[in-house]
């Protein structure tokens, strides 16, 4: 089947332009997470759902990031007002969380360069 | 201090060899631990599972020992395919919660 998803792939923005990073889950899964991964680095947690609620968001780094999942589904980040620092690769998870499916899978991610 | 800290590498061993990796994590309440392994340019994926007995799936062996807060991964008779990058995972809070990754070992089988 289908995996995650992530859109868009690649996403090019000038400092101080708000960004929306799309992710599809695996269909019927409970669970969605967002990870920022920089360059030689593993991914860092940012905030997670179950269904529609957004369960820890003590992962991000201040503010201007938020996420939401309004129908339990699919999950947008936004960034405002971006800054050169927010420039990684956002990865979107995504858990079964039934039947004892634990396993987080992972998106191709979105490329974000802030210039 | 990293929660999580590995050897960043890279390791370049021959087709053939035997190879480990090491990790240390700082949480002693610590729930699960994992093995994930990144190509380049691509998604992690989950390798294994790390048990608290040790366990061992085909060429790999994973080992936990929880006093020490040290995860280990063995890497036996090295293909070409084995090249990636092995990130070392642990889950604080249990399995809903979020993972905390290592920054990953870089290895390189070479011909």
């Known amino acids: 089947g289908a995996g995650v998803s992530q859109s868009p792939r690649y996403k090019v923005t000038k400092r101080g332009q708000d960004v929306a990073l799309r992710c599809d889950p695996i269909?019927?899964?409970?669970?969605l997470y967002w990870y920022r991964q920089a360059l030689g680095q593993g991914p860092e947690f940012l905030t997670y759902?179950?269904?529609?609620?957004?369960?820890?968001k003590s992962g991000l780094p201040n503010d201007r990031f938020s996420a939401e999942r309004p129908e339990g589904s699919i999950s947008t980040l936004t960034i405002q007002r971006t800054e050169q620092r927010d420039s990684a690769m956002y990865r979107c998870?995504?858990?079964?969380?039934?039947?004892?499916?634990?396993?987080?899978?992972f998106g191709p991610g979105t490329r974000l360069t802030v210039l | 201090r990293k929660e999580v800290e590995q050897d960043p590498g890279p390791f370049n061993v021959p087709e053939g060899a035997t190879v480990a990796f090491n990790c240390t994590y700082s949480?002693?309440?610590?729930?699960?631990f994992f093995w994930y392994r990144q190509d380049c340019r691509k998604e992690p994926k989950l390798l294994m599972s790390?048990?608290?007995s040790g366990n061992e799936d085909g060429r790999f062996t994973a080992q936990l020992n929880r006093a020490s807060q040290y995860i280990s991964l063995l890497i036996r008779d090295s293909k070409l395919s084995d090249s990636a990058t092995y990130l070392c995972?642990?889950?604080?809070?249990?399995?809903?919660?979020?993972?905390?990754f290592g920054s990953g070992t870089q290895l390189t089988v070479l011909p």
């Open positions: 269909s019927g899964h409970v669970s």
């Open positions: 759902f179950n269904y529609e609620a957004q369960q820890d």
């Open positions: 998870a995504s858990r079964d969380g039934t039947s004892g499916g634990n396993e987080q899978f």
């Open positions: 995972v642990v889950n604080k809070y249990g399995s809903a919660r979020q993972l905390t």
């Open positions: 790390v048990y608290s």
């Open positions: 949480n002693s309440a610590s729930q699960s």
